[in-house]
């Protein structure tokens, strides 16, 4: 049972451009979360997304951040007109049952907005 | 404002000796708590896990302890080796937040040999 793949697990972008990055959660998972992690700081809630469905999108950036979590296929998470700001570690977890469960992470993809 | 407080950056202990690493949290709906570790360009695993109805949850080297009228819990590692170096993070959940965790912002463990 392959654990939770991210890719990349590196990406460059320049500013303005987009950046698409995705989370196949481990088989049997129904539920992803993703986080970010800047540098020298703990990781931040984003999203957490059961599939076709947005649970709780609390700590999603109000714009140009989007994600979804369609019935086949993995989960993306999107970022639309990137600036440097938005250069960090973006981890996704997948979890069984969401609920008091721990929740396994992928590696992670660095992005890097230049 | 922080939830989940780890307040020592980081720390250093011998090897073979203990090493706690605490954490604190101000929401009393937390009701899940759980510990991660983090190697550098890894992402997070799953350490050990502790359920409110409980004050002690003990798996080999690893024991977490929590104390919910301090908000308080601690992980403790004992022996400690120079593999336990690592990142950890410290992280709670209330099913009423949207089912989502909450983490500290970790503190670096440096076990020397």
């Known amino acids: 049972n392959a654990g939770v793949m991210q890719n990349p697990r590196h990406l460059v972008r320049r500013r303005g451009q987009e950046a698409r990055l995705r989370c196949s959660p481990m088989k049997g998972h129904s539920h992803v979360y993703w986080y970010r992690q800047l540098p020298e700081e703990g990781l931040k809630f984003m999203v957490y997304?059961?599939?076709?469905?947005?649970?709780?999108e609390s700590g999603m950036p109000k714009e140009r951040f989007s994600a979804e979590f369609p019935k086949e296929g993995p989960s993306i998470l999107r970022i639309q007109q990137v600036v440097r700001g938005d250069s960090a570690a973006y981890f996704c977890?997948?979890?069984?049952?969401?609920?008091?469960?721990?929740?396994?992470f992928g590696q992670g993809t660095r992005l890097t907005v230049v | 404002d922080q939830q989940v407080k780890q307040n020592s950056p980081s720390l250093s202990v011998q090897e073979g000796r203990i090493s706690i690493l605490n954490c604190d949290y101000t929401n009393s709906m937390f009701d899940y708590f759980l510990w991660y570790k983090k190697y550098p360009a890894e992402g997070p695993t799953f350490l050990i896990s502790i359920s409110s109805i409980k004050d002690k949850n003990e798996d080999g080297r690893f024991t977490v302890f929590l104390n919910k009228s301090a908000k308080h819990l601690s992980l403790h590692i004992v022996p400690s080796q120079p593999g336990d170096s690592a990142v950890y993070f410290c992280a709670a959940s209330d099913d009423n937040y949207g089912q989502n965790f909450v983490f500290g912002p970790g503190t670096r463990l440096s076990v020397l040999p």
């Open positions: 997304l059961q599939k076709e469905n947005i649970i709780d």
């Open positions: 977890a997948s979890s069984p049952y969401g609920i008091n469960t721990e929740a396994f």
